[in-house]
Nanobody, 123 residues
Framework: EVQLQASGGGSVQPGGSLRLSCTAS????????MGWFRQVSGKEREGVSC????????WYADSVKGRFTISSDNTKNAVYLQMNSLKPEDSGVYYC????????????????WGQGTQVTVSS
């Protein structure tokens, strides 16, 4: 059974930090690109960051460049999203996902999705 388990969300004040984690099981983690997506109620899910497991190449949405860092740990079948200098507009449900492509910024390219973790940035 394929599982992507996301965790680490919570409520923080603007300027704070959170680290999201996503652990994968049930598929060959090494063969998949990984991504983090965000969804706000009433809006489409959007790409935040993704990473190529083979090359380590990364992509970030313009809105998070310089503040968020994606990484992966092969030994733990895990991908992380370190989020610093958080802003209210970073709020939403964050999903991790896996794609058979090297990586992709497009939601239709992802085959497996986690359950989402809520991030709320508010004073």
């Amino acid at each position: 059974e394929v599982q992507l388990q996301a965790s680490g969300g919570g409520s923080v004040q603007p300027g704070g930090s959170l680290r999201l984690s996503c652990t994968a099981s049930g598929f060959s983690f090494d063969d998949y690109g990984m991504g983090w997506f965000r969804q706000v109620s009433g809006k489409e899910r959007e790409g935040v960051s993704c990473i190529s497991r083979s090359s380590g190449s990364t992509w970030y949405a313009d809105s998070v460049k310089g503040r968020f860092t994606i990484s992966s740990d092969n030994t733990k079948n895990a991908v992380y999203l370190q989020m610093n200098s958080l802003k209210p507009e970073d709020s939403g449900v964050y999903y991790c996902a896996a794609t058979r492509l090297v990586y992709s910024t497009e939601t239709p390219d992802y085959q497996y999705w986690g359950q989402g973790t809520q991030v709320t940035v508010s004073s």
